[in-house]
């Protein structure tokens, strides 16, 4: 068996913001909670290889991994793999945007398995996932959200 999710979210703000704000790994420290650091290791025209440390667990234990991340702006979406798969047999994740009445529709999917040595199934990292996606997307749609209304002109007395 292995673990598959896909969480959603719509963002009030162009997609052309939300693409260029979550796709931007070196300011992910500041739009996700999760992680303490984002290192740029490598960038060769639209592939991103990166390190991200996150901050301490409950144990005090700091995970940190390598992954991939390429991106295709005229079919926006984004494909993204861990490189140092830690306890995972295998990470993958689809990003999808798409421009709707609203904003932006923004959809992760993730594929993976677990190690067989791994502290938890893929069951028990499905379920963590799919907790874990929705508290960031609705992190990131309120800071995304956030700089839109930032960017809009303030009308004066004499608009």
């Not at 995304?144 to 209304?149: D, K, L, M, N, S």
């Amino acid at each position: 068996m292995a673990g598959h999710t896909q969480n959603e979210i719509t963002i009030a703000a162009p997609v052309d913001l939300v693409w260029d704000m979550t796709n931007d790994v070196a300011n992910w420290p500041e739009l996700f909670s999760e992680y303490a650091s984002a290192e740029i290791l490598s960038q060769e025209g639209n592939k991103t290889t990166f390190r991200l440390t996150m901050h301490p667990d409950d144990n005090g234990k700091v995970w940190s991994w390598v992954s991939e991340r390429e991106t295709h702006r005229d079919t926006l979406n984004v494909r993204a793999r861990r490189v140092e798969t830690g306890p995972f047999a295998h990470m993958n994740i689809v990003w999808r945007y798409e421009k709707v009445r609203e904003g932006t529709r923004m959809v992760w999917t993730q594929d993976f398995a677990m190690k067989p040595d791994a502290p938890v199934d893929d069951a028990w990292m499905t379920n963590n996932i799919n907790h874990n996606s929705k508290v960031q997307m609705a992190l990131i749609r309120d800071r995304i959200e956030q700089a839109a209304r930032e960017r809009r002109p303030v009308p004066t007395l004499s608009d």
